[in-house]
């Protein structure tokens, strides 16, 4: 069984995480930039009230603005275009998208609560052995890092593609996912180097919630050889500097 979640064919209607609900006084937005990267924080928002044990409660929304390199957006379009004319008439990457936020939430939490039997038959056999090693040496506030809940994926892009046939004339596509998510875990102050981590209190006057913002690469790959069952699997996962 690998991810079927994204077969052939799959689409999922869900919210746009880009929503922006009308608010007649802004919520306050405070952000430390430690690293360099192409994503903005442009705005907080509040959204239609979420209730509990403890009484209503107002729900904070972030919306996320990404700034695609133009070249790789260029170049991505091309290789869609090819997997359509030559692999799957019925490929949308739009389709693709919604499928690999709902694998990616799935395995982050699999990940995190170091289910790795959980993952065969989703993730590279190869890949398992060395994901449970690298979670085992992990802190218990960095396996927590790792979850990444549908609500808390804030962006998502395509990041690369490769289309490729080996030896034995077999036909493989690639697709390479990176995914922004925010996290509650308790992180060490200072920045890992080189990771991209947004830290952020978003409130009202008098309170607040401190959350980073985190990225992840996770890699997809098919196989479409004739005969072959239409799933993908993931071949590669980073998560910032807690997975490399």
Known sequence: ????????????????????????????????????????????????????????????????????????????????????AYFDKEFRIEEFTEGAKQAFAHVSRLLSECQFDALEGLVAQDLVAKLEEKCNLLQESHKQALLASPDNIMYTTPSDVGIYYDDDGRKFVSILMRFWYLTSARLPDDPMEGSRIFKMALGTEGQSESKRLLTANYEFQREFTKGVAPDWTITRIEHSKLLD
């Open 1 to 84: 069984m690998a991810l079927p979640l994204l077969r052939r064919g799959y689409c999922c209607r869900l919210p746009s995480l880009l929503k922006i609900t009308s608010h007649p006084k802004p919520e306050r937005l405070f952000l430390t930039r430690p690293g360099n990267t192409q994503l903005s924080l442009v705005g907080a928002v509040s959204s239609p009230r979420c209730y509990s044990s403890d009484g209503p409660r107002p729900h904070q929304k972030v919306m996320v603005l990404g700034i695609p390199n133009p070249l790789i957006w260029v170049r991505t379009r091309f290789y869609y275009l090819l997997i359509r």
